[in-house]
């Protein structure tokens, strides 16, 4: 549970979880209650509409918007704050990509990925065995024991 | 508007028309409904201007039945004195003229099929074979023969998979395309070419009925010159192309390699 610096509030940029436009992200424009938050995304595609809390997961942004600000000016706070880019930044953005891009590969993309790792395996293979073999040269070396451990030398 | 003539073939009288004309009458949305009835098409068509000519078929039909047997005399009392003698035995003898059922939609013959394909799978797209003896290989699409099935090559030389039919049910079609066009198909590749040769001596005997069914079935199964010469022009123009294509040496080992389902891959979830 890290710091509860991410409040509800007018302005946050919200990622919708699930449902309709799931994926994209939003400001809040007006809380409506509890547990719903009028919503909207000029510049990400998301209509100005009512959400409930639970579909929302609040990012770490927050743009200046006053309540109920219509939809233009949603769309030139956010362009002024350079979300899409921000947002694109960020390792959780980073993350969807790289998830939206693994599910979407074809058959032959798969068989380039399995080859391209196979390759990169035998290379760190070759190299970590002949880092084994120069330890194995070396008598008194570390040999892949803890640096700090104690070693118990026997007294001659 | 003037009238016109119905194209009966009607003997040897047929009605000129300048040119071929659109038909009046239509289906309502793909239906068996027509827009016009069958009074109203005939008030359109001015068919009531029509003279209608007497088919000179009908007698020669007469001809033919009456030349179909013979009347001859019997002997014996009561019993009509004569009797009809068929020359052929026809096939049927009816006692009762056979109402005619209407077939509203005739039974098509698998000939007049209609053939669908796949939307994912155009000429030149890598398959994955899922049945038969090339299971699990990757071999690229040629094209859709008359009969339905899809033929394919391995290329023989990456996969060993040769010039071959295969059903569209047992297969996966992958997004993978190779640029086909260039690749010109042998004109003789289609069903017959590839239809499963029975042994003349076996079919010859069975039909007739007298058959040493103990008799070895011919050798097995040796390849044709033409099939050599077919499957050697083909690869070679698919190689080609293979190499043309931007991923070369990748998509050759794409092919040459199988497929299968690892743990953790759902196939309902993947993208091909």
Redesign the interface.
């Known amino acids: 549970m890290g710091k509860l610096d991410k409040f509800v509030e007018v302005g946050r940029v919200a990622f919708i979880a699930n449902g309709k436009d799931s994926g994209k992200v939003c400001a809040i424009a007006e809380i409506i209650d509890q547990n719903r938050v009028l919503i909207d995304g000029p510049c990400s595609g998301v209509r100005r509409q009512v959400c409930d809390m639970k579909r929302l997961h609040l990012t770490r942004f927050c743009i200046d918007l006053p309540h109920s600000a219509r939809t233009a000016v949603v769309r030139r706070k956010w362009t002024a704050a350079k979300l899409d880019e921000k947002w694109k930044e960020t390792s959780w953005a980073k993350k969807l990509e790289a998830r939206r891009l693994r599910?979407?590969?074809?058959?032959?993309d798969r068989?380039?990925l399995a080859?391209a790792k196979q390759i990169r395996n035998s290379i760190i293979a070759l190299a970590a065995g002949k880092i084994r073999k120069e330890a194995k040269a070396k008598p008194n070396a570390l040999r892949f024991r803890k640096p700090n451990k104690k070693r118990h030398i026997k007294k001659e | 508007m003037a009238p016109k003539a119905q194209k009966k073939p009607q003997g040897k009288q047929m009605a000129k028309s300048s040119a071929p004309h659109k038909p009046k009458n239509s289906a309502i949305n793909a239906s068996r409904l027509m827009k016009y009835s069958r009074a109203r098409i005939f008030q359109r068509k001015a068919a009531y201007k029509v003279k209608k000519v007497k088919t000179p078929a009908k007698k020669s039909a007469e001809k033919a039945a009456a030349a179909a047997f013979v009347v001859k005399k019997i002997g014996g009392d009561k019993n009509g004195g004569e009797r009809k003698v068929y020359k052929k035995t026809p096939k049927s003898l009816p006692t009762q003229v056979a109402s005619r059922k209407v077939q509203l939609r005739p039974k098509k013959t698998f000939k007049k099929h209609v053939r669908r394909i796949r939307s994912n799978l155009a000429p030149g797209a890598v398959l994955i074979l899922l049945a038969g003896r090339h299971k699990g290989k990757r071999v690229v699409l040629l094209k859709q023969l008359e009969s339905g099935l899809l033929l394919v090559t391995g290329p023989r030389k990456l996969n060993g998979c040769p010039l071959r039919r295969v059903s569209q049910r047992y297969v996966i079609g992958t997004k993978t395309r190779i640029d086909i066009s260039k690749v010109a198909l042998p004109e003789r590749l289609n069903d017959a070419y590839f239809r499963r040769q029975r042994s003349a001596k076996k079919s010859a005997a069975s039909a007739g009925g007298s058959a040493d069914i103990f008799a070895k079935s011919d050798a097995a199964y040796a390849v044709s010159a033409e099939r050599r010469e077919d499957q050697a022009a083909v690869d070679k123009a698919l190689m080609g192309a293979i190499k043309a294509s931007g991923d070369g040496p990748m998509l050759r080992s794409y092919l040459r390699s199988l497929f299968s389902i690892k743990s953790g891959q759902r196939p309902h979830a993947m993208v091909f």
């Open positions: 599910t979407n590969m074809s058959d032959f068989f380039k080859r």
